[in-house]
């Protein structure tokens, strides 16, 4: 499940919803992959690299 075109508003202290994403391989991987294995954290970069 990709959550790529949809809007989810979260507050602090919510779960992040499952969603897939490349990894460095191209492999895709799921959020629930790593459920009671690792830690997680999310950081996002608005504009990053980009021009403007």
């Known amino acids: 499940m990709a959550l790529f075109g949809t809007s989810v508003t979260l507050k602090v ?20 992959d790593f459920h009671g294995k690792k830690t997680v954290i999310l950081a996002f970069y608005p504009k990053a690299s980009t021009p403007g």
Not at 13 to 32: E, I, T, W, Y
């Open 13 to 32: 202290g919510d779960r992040a919803p499952d969603f897939s994403l490349p990894d460095q391989n191209g492999k895709m991987v799921k959020l629930a």
